[in-house]
Protein backbone atom coordinates (compact mmCIF):
# COMPACT_ATOMS: atom_id res chain seq x y z
CA UNK A 1 0.00 0.00 0.00
CA UNK A 2 0.95 3.55 -0.74
CA UNK A 3 2.90 5.42 2.50
CA UNK A 4 1.89 9.04 2.29
CA UNK A 5 2.96 11.74 4.61
CA UNK A 6 2.10 13.04 8.04
CA UNK A 7 1.83 16.51 7.91
CA UNK A 8 5.57 17.72 8.31
CA UNK A 9 6.13 15.41 11.12
CA UNK A 10 8.20 12.73 9.13
CA UNK A 11 5.69 10.31 10.05
CA UNK A 12 4.41 8.21 7.07
CA UNK A 13 1.12 6.55 6.83
CA UNK A 14 -0.95 4.05 4.66
CA UNK A 15 -3.11 5.92 2.33
CA UNK A 16 -5.75 4.61 3.73
CA UNK A 17 -6.06 4.24 7.78
CA UNK A 18 -8.55 2.21 10.09
CA UNK A 19 -10.75 3.71 13.12
CA UNK A 20 -10.70 1.21 15.86
CA UNK A 21 -13.65 2.98 17.54
CA UNK A 22 -16.55 0.50 16.10
CA UNK A 23 -14.32 -2.61 18.22
CA UNK A 24 -14.80 -1.16 21.82
CA UNK A 25 -18.94 -0.87 21.63
CA UNK A 26 -21.75 -3.58 22.03
CA UNK A 27 -21.45 -6.68 20.52
CA UNK A 28 -17.59 -6.72 21.54
CA UNK A 29 -15.95 -9.46 20.58
CA UNK A 30 -12.05 -9.11 21.24
CA UNK A 31 -10.88 -12.02 19.42
CA UNK A 32 -12.45 -10.98 16.85
CA UNK A 33 -11.28 -7.82 17.14
CA UNK A 34 -7.58 -8.59 16.94
CA UNK A 35 -8.13 -10.91 14.36
CA UNK A 36 -9.46 -7.64 12.22
CA UNK A 37 -6.42 -5.38 13.65
CA UNK A 38 -3.72 -7.72 12.92
CA UNK A 39 -4.88 -8.33 8.96
CA UNK A 40 -5.38 -4.55 8.64
CA UNK A 41 -1.60 -4.74 9.51
CA UNK A 42 -1.14 -7.72 7.28
CA UNK A 43 -3.16 -5.66 4.06
CA UNK A 44 -0.62 -2.84 4.58
CA UNK A 45 -2.55 -0.26 6.53
CA UNK A 46 -0.18 1.04 9.21
CA UNK A 47 -2.33 3.77 10.38
CA UNK A 48 -4.95 3.40 13.73
CA UNK A 49 -6.66 5.64 15.56
CA UNK A 50 -8.00 5.17 18.57
CA UNK A 51 -9.27 7.34 22.03
CA UNK A 52 -8.97 7.50 25.65
CA UNK A 53 -12.41 7.61 25.81
CA UNK A 54 -13.44 5.11 23.44
CA UNK A 55 -14.60 2.45 25.56
CA UNK A 56 -13.08 4.11 28.63
CA UNK A 57 -9.82 3.01 27.52
CA UNK A 58 -10.81 -0.29 26.30
CA UNK A 59 -9.87 0.68 23.46
CA UNK A 60 -6.06 1.92 24.16
CA UNK A 61 -5.69 -1.74 26.07
CA UNK A 62 -7.00 -3.62 23.16
CA UNK A 63 -4.75 -1.94 20.53
CA UNK A 64 -2.02 -1.80 22.56
CA UNK A 65 -2.19 -5.94 23.44
CA UNK A 66 -3.23 -6.59 19.66
CA UNK A 67 0.32 -4.68 18.58
CA UNK A 68 2.09 -5.21 21.93
CA UNK A 69 5.90 -5.69 20.22
CA UNK A 70 5.03 -4.10 16.66
CA UNK A 71 5.02 -0.18 17.41
CA UNK A 72 7.32 0.16 14.68
CA UNK A 73 5.46 -1.29 12.09
CA UNK A 74 2.69 1.31 12.40
CA UNK A 75 1.76 4.79 13.20
CA UNK A 76 -0.47 4.92 16.21
CA UNK A 77 -2.75 7.85 16.88
CA UNK A 78 -4.72 8.30 20.28
CA UNK A 79 -6.79 11.33 21.62
CA UNK A 80 -7.50 13.14 24.77
CA UNK A 81 -10.22 15.94 25.81
CA UNK A 82 -13.71 14.20 25.49
CA UNK A 83 -13.90 13.15 29.47
CA UNK A 84 -17.07 13.27 32.47
CA UNK A 85 -15.77 16.92 33.27
CA UNK A 86 -18.04 17.83 36.00
CA UNK A 87 -17.57 21.43 34.80
CA UNK A 88 -18.58 20.61 31.38
CA UNK A 89 -21.96 19.09 30.82
CA UNK A 90 -20.94 17.95 27.40
CA UNK A 91 -17.91 15.79 29.09
CA UNK A 92 -14.78 18.08 27.46
CA UNK A 93 -11.86 18.97 28.70
CA UNK A 94 -9.33 20.73 27.25
CA UNK A 95 -7.15 21.89 30.77
CA UNK A 96 -3.11 21.76 30.46
CA UNK A 97 -3.44 19.35 33.93
CA UNK A 98 -5.68 16.91 31.71
CA UNK A 99 -3.40 16.87 29.11
CA UNK A 100 -0.74 15.63 30.88
CA UNK A 101 -2.58 13.00 32.43
CA UNK A 102 -4.52 11.51 29.80
CA UNK A 103 -1.38 11.29 28.28
CA UNK A 104 0.29 9.88 30.69
CA UNK A 105 -2.75 7.03 31.08
CA UNK A 106 -2.99 6.22 27.43
CA UNK A 107 0.83 5.63 27.25
CA UNK A 108 0.32 2.77 30.18
CA UNK A 109 -2.92 1.48 28.72
CA UNK A 110 -1.06 1.32 25.10
CA UNK A 111 1.83 0.36 26.73
CA UNK A 112 3.88 2.37 24.38
CA UNK A 113 6.65 5.37 25.61
CA UNK A 114 6.18 7.31 22.52
CA UNK A 115 2.30 8.03 21.01
CA UNK A 116 3.12 8.82 17.44
CA UNK A 117 -0.03 11.11 16.94
CA UNK A 118 -1.94 12.77 19.86
CA UNK A 119 -4.99 14.69 19.31
CA UNK A 120 -7.17 17.26 20.84
CA UNK A 121 -10.38 15.30 20.64
CA UNK A 122 -12.67 18.48 21.03
CA UNK A 123 -11.91 21.89 21.82
CA UNK A 124 -12.63 22.84 25.08
CA UNK A 125 -14.39 26.32 24.78
CA UNK A 126 -13.77 27.36 28.79
CA UNK A 127 -9.70 26.76 28.11
CA UNK A 128 -7.66 28.86 25.34
CA UNK A 129 -6.66 26.37 22.55
CA UNK A 130 -3.22 28.22 23.20
CA UNK A 131 -2.92 26.64 26.77
CA UNK A 132 -3.83 23.37 25.40
CA UNK A 133 -1.67 23.20 22.58
CA UNK A 134 0.72 24.40 24.84
CA UNK A 135 0.84 21.53 26.98
CA UNK A 136 0.49 19.09 24.18
CA UNK A 137 3.78 20.84 22.85
CA UNK A 138 5.83 20.09 26.42
CA UNK A 139 4.39 16.56 25.59
CA UNK A 140 6.52 16.38 22.75
CA UNK A 141 9.56 18.24 23.80
CA UNK A 142 9.51 15.38 26.83
CA UNK A 143 9.57 12.42 24.09
CA UNK A 144 5.97 11.01 25.18
CA UNK A 145 4.20 12.66 21.94
CA UNK A 146 5.73 12.95 18.37
CA UNK A 147 3.21 14.94 16.84
CA UNK A 148 0.33 16.81 17.59
CA UNK A 149 -3.30 16.90 16.07
CA UNK A 150 -6.61 18.66 16.24
CA UNK A 151 -10.31 16.98 15.96
CA UNK A 152 -13.33 18.84 14.74
CA UNK A 153 -11.61 22.54 14.92
CA UNK A 154 -12.31 25.57 13.02
CA UNK A 155 -10.25 27.56 10.45
CA UNK A 156 -9.20 30.51 13.10
CA UNK A 157 -8.43 27.49 15.88
CA UNK A 158 -6.15 25.93 13.91
CA UNK A 159 -4.32 28.63 12.80
CA UNK A 160 -3.94 29.88 16.70
CA UNK A 161 -3.05 26.17 17.57
CA UNK A 162 -0.38 25.71 14.89
CA UNK A 163 1.38 28.64 15.60
CA UNK A 164 2.02 27.53 19.21
CA UNK A 165 3.06 23.73 17.80
CA UNK A 166 2.97 22.22 14.55
CA UNK A 167 -0.25 20.69 13.88
CA UNK A 168 0.32 17.62 11.80
CA UNK A 169 -3.21 16.58 11.27
CA UNK A 170 -6.70 17.71 11.63
CA UNK A 171 -9.16 14.68 11.89
CA UNK A 172 -12.82 15.57 11.09
CA UNK A 173 -15.92 13.59 9.78
CA UNK A 174 -15.86 13.84 5.86
CA UNK A 175 -17.62 11.67 3.29
CA UNK A 176 -20.59 12.05 0.53
CA UNK A 177 -23.36 12.68 3.03
CA UNK A 178 -21.29 14.86 5.11
CA UNK A 179 -19.06 16.90 2.90
CA UNK A 180 -18.88 19.90 5.62
CA UNK A 181 -15.58 19.05 6.60
CA UNK A 182 -14.44 20.29 3.04
CA UNK A 183 -14.03 23.83 3.89
CA UNK A 184 -11.22 23.04 5.91
CA UNK A 185 -8.52 21.68 3.81
CA UNK A 186 -8.08 25.03 2.10
CA UNK A 187 -6.33 26.20 5.59
CA UNK A 188 -5.21 22.70 5.86
CA UNK A 189 -3.57 22.62 2.75
CA UNK A 190 -1.83 26.02 3.24
CA UNK A 191 -0.53 24.78 6.94
CA UNK A 192 0.88 21.64 5.50
CA UNK A 193 -1.77 19.85 7.57
CA UNK A 194 -3.29 16.24 6.64
CA UNK A 195 -6.48 15.84 6.72
CA UNK A 196 -7.81 12.81 8.67
CA UNK A 197 -11.38 11.78 7.52
CA UNK A 198 -13.16 9.95 9.76
CA UNK A 199 -16.37 8.27 9.41
CA UNK A 200 -16.56 8.14 5.70
CA UNK A 201 -18.64 5.96 4.71
CA UNK A 202 -21.53 8.14 6.53
CA UNK A 203 -22.00 5.27 9.52
CA UNK A 204 -22.94 3.19 7.00
CA UNK A 205 -25.41 4.75 5.07
CA UNK A 206 -23.23 4.73 2.00
CA UNK A 207 -22.16 1.22 1.63
CA UNK A 208 -25.88 0.30 1.53
CA UNK A 209 -26.09 -1.74 4.49
CA UNK A 210 -27.18 0.63 6.44
CA UNK A 211 -30.02 3.08 5.83
CA UNK A 212 -29.30 6.32 6.01
CA UNK A 213 -31.49 9.65 6.09
CA UNK A 214 -34.81 9.83 3.79
CA UNK A 215 -33.43 12.13 1.92
CA UNK A 216 -30.89 9.75 0.32
CA UNK A 217 -32.79 7.32 -0.84
CA UNK A 218 -32.08 8.68 -4.28
CA UNK A 219 -28.34 9.59 -4.15
CA UNK A 220 -28.10 5.84 -3.26
CA UNK A 221 -29.41 4.90 -6.19
CA UNK A 222 -26.97 6.74 -8.07
CA UNK A 223 -24.06 5.99 -6.08
CA UNK A 224 -24.72 1.79 -6.53
CA UNK A 225 -25.64 2.60 -10.24
CA UNK A 226 -22.21 3.92 -10.84
CA UNK A 227 -20.43 1.65 -8.36
CA UNK A 228 -21.96 -1.47 -10.49
CA UNK A 229 -20.44 0.01 -13.77
CA UNK A 230 -17.17 -0.11 -11.86
CA UNK A 231 -17.48 -3.13 -10.98
CA UNK A 232 -17.00 -2.00 -6.89
CA UNK A 233 -19.43 -1.53 -3.88
CA UNK A 234 -21.04 1.62 -3.37
CA UNK A 235 -18.81 1.92 0.04
CA UNK A 236 -15.71 1.15 -2.32
CA UNK A 237 -16.80 3.89 -4.68
CA UNK A 238 -17.62 6.36 -1.63
CA UNK A 239 -13.88 5.74 -0.47
CA UNK A 240 -12.40 6.31 -3.77
CA UNK A 241 -13.95 10.02 -4.04
CA UNK A 242 -12.68 10.81 -1.09
CA UNK A 243 -8.83 9.11 -1.74
CA UNK A 244 -9.38 11.05 -5.12
CA UNK A 245 -8.90 14.17 -3.09
CA UNK A 246 -5.48 13.88 -2.93
CA UNK A 247 -2.62 11.98 -0.91
CA UNK A 248 -3.11 14.77 2.10
CA UNK A 249 -6.49 13.50 2.44
CA UNK A 250 -6.32 9.79 4.36
CA UNK A 251 -10.02 8.11 5.42
CA UNK A 252 -9.98 5.99 8.56
CA UNK A 253 -13.05 3.40 7.78
CA UNK A 254 -13.63 1.03 10.86
CA UNK A 255 -15.30 -2.22 10.51
CA UNK A 256 -15.55 -5.15 13.04
CA UNK A 257 -15.18 -8.01 10.00
CA UNK A 258 -12.08 -8.80 8.01
CA UNK A 259 -14.47 -8.89 4.44
CA UNK A 260 -15.57 -5.33 4.83
CA UNK A 261 -12.21 -4.64 5.81
CA UNK A 262 -10.93 -6.37 2.47
CA UNK A 263 -13.42 -4.37 0.38
CA UNK A 264 -12.07 -1.09 1.75
CA UNK A 265 -8.33 -2.11 1.69
CA UNK A 266 -9.58 -3.10 -2.61
CA UNK A 267 -10.95 0.73 -2.76
CA UNK A 268 -7.54 1.99 -3.25
CA UNK A 269 -7.78 0.23 -6.55
CA UNK A 270 -10.84 1.94 -7.74
CA UNK A 271 -10.41 4.83 -9.50
CA UNK A 272 -13.59 6.72 -10.90
CA UNK A 273 -12.66 8.96 -14.14
CA UNK A 274 -13.06 13.48 -13.35
CA UNK A 275 -16.33 12.91 -15.16
CA UNK A 276 -17.32 10.51 -12.15
CA UNK A 277 -16.31 12.21 -9.68
CA UNK A 278 -18.20 15.43 -11.05
CA UNK A 279 -21.08 13.84 -11.33
CA UNK A 280 -20.71 12.40 -7.64
CA UNK A 281 -20.25 16.17 -6.09
CA UNK A 282 -23.47 16.98 -8.26
CA UNK A 283 -25.68 14.66 -6.74
CA UNK A 284 -24.34 14.89 -3.33
CA UNK A 285 -23.86 18.38 -3.25
CA UNK A 286 -22.51 20.16 -0.43
CA UNK A 287 -25.99 21.79 0.71
CA UNK A 288 -27.55 18.67 0.81
CA UNK A 289 -29.75 18.65 4.13
CA UNK A 290 -28.80 15.03 3.99
CA UNK A 291 -25.21 16.16 3.71
CA UNK A 292 -24.77 18.63 6.35
CA UNK A 293 -22.69 18.52 8.90
CA UNK A 294 -24.03 17.00 11.95
CA UNK A 295 -22.47 17.14 16.06
CA UNK A 296 -21.44 14.31 17.71
CA UNK A 297 -22.02 13.39 20.79
CA UNK A 298 -24.22 16.74 20.89
CA UNK A 299 -20.90 18.06 20.79
CA UNK A 300 -20.41 21.32 18.26
CA UNK A 301 -17.19 22.07 16.56
CA UNK A 302 -15.86 25.54 18.63
CA UNK A 303 -13.29 28.40 17.80
CA UNK A 304 -11.88 28.83 20.91
Not at 80 to 94: I, R, S
Not at 229 to 241: D, N
Not at 265 to 292: C, G, I, K, W, Y
Request: with cysteine.
Amino acid sequence: MEQVPLGSSGLMVSGLGYGCRSLSYAPRDDEASAAVLRHALELGVTFFDTADEYGEGHNEELVGRVFAGRSDELVLASKLGCVGNPADPAGVDGRPEQARTACEASLLRLGLDVIDLYYLDRVDAAVPIEETVGAMAELVAAGKVRALGLSEAVPATIRRAHAVHPITALQTELSLCARGGEALLAVCRELGITFVARTPLGRGSLTGHVRGAPGNVERMARLCQMAAALRCTPGQLALAWLLAKGSDVVPIPGTRHVSHLEQNVAALHVEPSPAQLRTLDAVFPVDAPAARRKSVGGLEIVNR
